[in-house]
């Protein structure tokens, strides 16, 4: 079970942490991610990060102003979001990877999902 928290409504140019923590299970052994699905449109692929935390990959629109990381020991995954845009509006959802995939950004390639927090960001 994941556990998305910390959207809210935020300006534009503010910043906002969001936090996936695991209950019941430990956070993935291979890599965990960040989607985000906007209203009327598809879920995309935000950020991912393998299990060292040493790897990370940026979905380019957000590429410089979010950064995924994670502790293994605290079992939570975050995604520290700045400079926010209003395009960045959306419900951001984190994912894990059951296994090892060759893929991190595409929604087929993560297992298991949390229930989303929504980033509402104001012009």
């Known amino acids: 079970q994941l556990q998305a928290s910390g959207g809210g409504l935020v300006q534009a140019g503010g910043s906002l942490r969001l936090s996936c923590a695991a209950s019941g299970r430990t956070l993935s052994t291979y890599g965990m991610g960040w989607f985000r699905q906007a209203p009327g449109k598809e879920r995309e692929f935000v950020a991912a990060?393998?299990?060292?935390?040493?790897?990370?990959y940026y979905a380019d629109s957000v590429k410089g102003r979010f950064t995924i990381s994670r502790d293994n020991a605290r079992n939570t995954l975050w995604l520290q979001m700045n400079s926010l845009k209003p395009e960045d509006t959306a419900v951001y959802y984190c994912a894990g990877q059951g296994r090892l995939y060759s893929r991190y950004y595409g929604r087929d390639d993560y297992d298991y999902w949390g229930q989303g927090t929504l980033v509402t960001v104001s012009s």
């Open positions: 990060i393998m299990w060292t935390g040493s790897t990370t």
